[in-house]
Nanobody
Framework: QVQLVESGGGSVQAGGSLRLSCTAS????????MGWFRQAPGKDREGFAA???????SYADSVKGRFTISQDNTKNTVYLQMNSLKPEDTAMYFC??????????????????WGQGTQVTVSS
């Protein structure tokens, strides 16, 4: 069973930056996708960034140019650098993983494993 633990959430003013981390433990797969999702109160959980084991990255238009997903395979960790944060980025952020190449940001059904989430709050 793959376990995912997110960290790095917090409160920041609009225009600020945060970096989230997601560390995986358990069985490792040679082919995989790691994704970041977020869920604001009253809204569906949406995928907005993903990275495959071959390094292919995908972003939703809402974060393209502001967020960067990267990975450090030596630490089994995926990072999400978030710059130019906006109040509408406020949400619970979740890390997800799947032992296959999803190839895009994905939906919830595309990912088998989930972290517990970390809150990001952006004030205006």
């Amino acid at each position: 069973q793959v376990q995912l633990v997110e960290s790095g959430g917090g409160s920041v003013q609009a225009g600020g930056s945060l970096r989230l981390s997601c560390t995986a433990s358990g069985p490792m797969y040679s082919t995989y996708s790691m994704g970041w999702f977020r869920q604001a109160p009253g809204k569906d959980r949406e995928g907005f960034a993903a990275i495959d084991s071959d390094g292919t990255v995908s972003y939703a238009d809402s974060v393209k140019g502001r967020f960067t997903i990267s990975q450090d395979n030596t630490k089994n960790t995926v990072y999400l650098q978030m710059n130019s944060l906006k109040p509408e980025d406020t949400a619970m952020y979740f890390c997800a993983a799947d032992p296959r190449s999803v190839g895009y940001c994905g939906t919830m059904t595309d990912f088998q494993y989930w972290g517990q989430g970390t809150q990001v709050t952006v004030s205006s």
